[in-house]
T-cell receptor, first 114, second 114 residues
């Protein structure tokens, strides 16, 4: 079945450092890809998405490009802030008759220090 | 009130208790989901209701019983749970048959079974 693999954390960075969180997927079709973020004590919030190959999703300084040839959707940010500390989840949406059957990675915890 | 609201936020229950988790969405969506988030494990999709009909049940034990009385409300009835059922239970909603739909999550119910 479809699956998502993302790098294990925690990732610890200093403020203004460059961030990369790797995500690769396995899917039989051409799924939509997502990054969700979970701040402490909260639910998941959609951070960005891409629906087809070579699409770039971006939001709040974060970017990820849908790479079909490498089946990857790595999350990047040029300069992280303390407020970016959270758990980040990569996910794909299976084609299941329209409803959102999301397959998640295990999550990567990011800690940003001043 | 907007978005997806879950109550209670925290719940402690004994193994012989019966309790219910509630989810309400104010987004006009027609699909609702229950996910389980355990420590160090990927999010697990438990149930999906689309147009008030259960369309997915991922081999969830019968001690978890979902109910979707209308498109805005979703319940998860719990009885005779085990300690390993302790987790964060997340509700989500989305619009079916929309190409750009995405899932919106509630803040979750932190369940502890003692």
């Amino acid at each position: 079945g479809d699956s998502v693999t993302q790098m294990e954390g925690p990732v610890t960075l200093s403020e203004e450092a460059f961030l990369t969180i790797n995500c690769t997927y396995t899917a039989t079709g051409y799924p939509s890809l997502f990054w969700y973020v979970q701040y402490p004590g909260e639910g998941l919030q959609l951070l960005l998405k891409a629906t087809k190959a070579d699409d770039k999703g971006s939001n709040k300084g974060f970017e990820a490009t849908y790479r079909k040839e490498t089946t990857s959707f790595h999350l990047e940010k040029g300069s992280v802030q303390v407020s970016d500390s959270a758990v980040y989840f990569c996910a794909l949406r299976e084609d299941s008759g329209g409803y959102n059957k999301l397959i998640f990675g295990a999550g990567t915890r990011l800690a940003v220090h001043p | 009130e907007t978005g997806v609201t879950q109550t209670p936020r925290h719940l402690v229950m004994g193994m012989t208790n019966k309790k219910s988790l509630k989810c309400e969405q104010h987004l006009g969506h027609n699909a609702m989901y229950w996910y389980k988030q355990s420590a160090k494990k990927p999010l697990e999709l438990m149930f999906v209701y689309s147009l008030e009909e259960r369309v997915e049940n991922n081999s969830v034990p019968s001690r978890f019983s979902p109910e979707c009385p209308n498109s805005s409300h979703l319940f998860l009835h719990l009885h005779t749970l085990q300690p390993e059922d302790s987790a964060l239970y997340l509700c989500a909603s989305s619009q079916v048959d929309s190409m750009n739909t995405e899932a919106f999550f509630g803040q979750g119910t932190r369940l502890t079974v003692v």
